[in-house]
């Protein structure tokens, strides 16, 4: 069974700049979340969606962060203008009904 | 009060001895408990799941889950260079499927 696939796994922008990241989660799992891990950190939940709906965006800065999910499958997060304390990990995970969480490898975010 | 807290390390522990890591949470009413494995530049990997009172076996890995404490741990047997990571306790608190994570333990075991 094919895992949670992100890309990129990389990216380097300067602050004030755009950037955009793409999650396909596993096949039929219904659930899905971005989640932001800073260095030395525990990830944190930015949004979690059921199938194309928002379920919980409670701790997503909306002023710069945006997240949709169409057609309940593939998600894109985007954070524009993008600051210096966003540097993080972006883990795209997808659950079934049971409820663990499988996590995709990441997108490493780098703000200069 | 952070809602799931772990002692950061590092817990370094010699090969083939126990190790012991703990987590505990303030909401009362969570229902489901989790540890995750991080490997240094990896994603969390889920190790083991437990959703009730006392011992939950798998191998050289057993979840302690007390509820009455808010208190859960994670018992790693023979402990071996390869389970030397950061591990990530989880719960999912009520009212939501998403999970609120610590902040990890740096496991180190020593050869």
């Known amino acids: 069974e094919a895992g949670v696939a992100q890309s990129p796994r990389y990216k380097i922008i300067e602050k004030r700049q755009s950037v955009a990241f793409w999650c396909n989660p596993i096949?039929?799992?219904?659930?899905l979340y971005w989640y932001q891990q800073i260095l030395g950190q525990g990830p944190k939940l930015l949004i979690q969606?059921?199938?194309?709906?928002?379920?919980?965006d409670s701790q997503l800065p909306k002023d710069r962060f945006s997240a949709e999910r169409l057609k309940g499958v593939d998600s894109t997060l985007k954070i524009q203008p993008a600051k210096l304390e966003d540097s993080a990990v972006y883990l795209c995970?997808?659950?079934?009904?049971?409820?663990?969480?499988?996590f995709g490898e990441g997108s490493r975010l780098t703000v200069l | 009060q952070k809602e799931v807290e772990q002692n950061s390390g590092p817990l370094s522990v010699p090969e083939g001895a126990i190790a012991s890591l703990n987590c505990t949470y303030s909401?009362?009413?969570?229902?489901?408990f989790f540890w995750y494995r991080q490997y240094s530049g990896k994603s969390p990997e889920l190790i083991m799941s437990?959703?009730?009172?006392g011992d939950k076996e798998d191998g050289r890995f057993t979840a302690q889950l007390n509820k009455a404490s808010q208190y859960v741990s994670l018992l790693i047997r023979d402990s071996q260079p390869s389970d030397s990571a950061t591990y990530l306790c989880?719960?999912?608190?009520?009212?939501?499927?998403?999970?609120?994570f610590g902040s990890g333990t740096r496991l180190q075991v020593q050869p």
């Open positions: 989880a719960v999912r608190n009520t009212g939501r499927r998403a999970l609120t």
């Open positions: 909401d009362r009413g969570s229902q489901s």
């Open positions: 437990i959703y009730s009172n």
């Open positions: 969606f059921q199938n194309n709906g928002v379920v919980d």
């Open positions: 096949s039929g799992h219904a659930t």
């Open positions: 995970a997808s659950s079934p009904n049971t409820g663990e969480l499988f």
